[in-house]
């Protein structure tokens, strides 16, 4: 049975760091894009990075250029997500997909919320 | 940046019914690109069409994507009482990837 499951959410204060990461299950991990969505208490979603299978193809949403970096470790099956300089903005349930041609498995997701 | 704008913003039919979507984009999307997502209250979205019009495995027949270019629709005929949810359409044929901000089928 296909599966992610996100981890490393959490409460932190503006300018603060945290790395995200998505434990994947059931299918072959190399064969797939990888992304992370995001979505604000309230709000619509919001794509947030993709990585290619092999890592080489990597884009990111303006608002988190130069602050976030995407990663995965096909070897662990496993896509990571790592937030620094994070604002109030930033605030939102961050969600692990999977997609070469729409978002066809999605974790649950795990919590950001930046504040003071 | 290419805009998907959805309507209408909300939708209030009877089980039963049938609801017809809009997801409308600022320039033209490739029909390989265009996905639509359901997402009730406290879940994660789920996968329905990708392709602009094929169901994803799971996806009920009463629910259908159609469309080309820059007008894309999804239909939900005969509505079940877990088809009132939130519904986004997206493109991820350019980037950046973009959804449009929803369309709410609540129950009349």
């Known amino acids: 049975q296909m599966q992610l499951v996100e981890s490393g959410g959490g409460l932190v204060k503006p300018g603060g760091s945290l790395r995200l990461s998505c434990a994947a299950s059931?299918?072959?991990?190399?064969?797939?894009?990888m992304a992370w969505m995001r979505q604000a208490p309230g709000k619509g979603l919001e794509w947030v990075a993709y990585i290619s299978g092999g890592g080489h193809t990597i884009d990111y949403a303006d608002s988190v250029k130069g602050r976030f970096t995407i990663s995965r470790d096909n070897a662990k099956n496993s896509l990571y997500l790592q937030m620094n300089s994070l604002r109030t903005g930033d605030t939102a349930l961050y969600y692990c997909v999977r997609g070469n041609y729409g978002m066809d498995v999605w974790g649950q997701g795990t919590t950001v919320t930046v504040s003071s | 940046e290419l805009v998907l704008t959805q309507s209408p913003g909300t939708l209030s039919l009877s089980p039963g019914e049938t609801a017809t979507l809009s997801c409308r984009a600022s320039q033209s999307v490739s029909i390989t690109y265009l996905a639509w997502y359901q997402q009730r209250p406290g879940q994660a979205p789920r996968f329905l069409i990708s392709g602009a019009s094929r169901r994803a495995a799971g996806t009920p027949d009463r629910f259908s994507g159609s469309g080309s270019g820059t007008d894309f629709a999804l239909t939900i005929s005969r509505l079940e009482p877990e088809d009132f949810a939130v519904y986004y359409c997206?493109?991820?044929?350019?980037?950046?990837?973009?959804f449009g901000q929803g369309t709410k089928v609540e129950m009349k």
């Open positions: 997206q493109q991820c044929g350019g980037s950046p990837w973009t």
């Open positions: 059931g299918f072959i991990f190399t064969d797939y894009y």
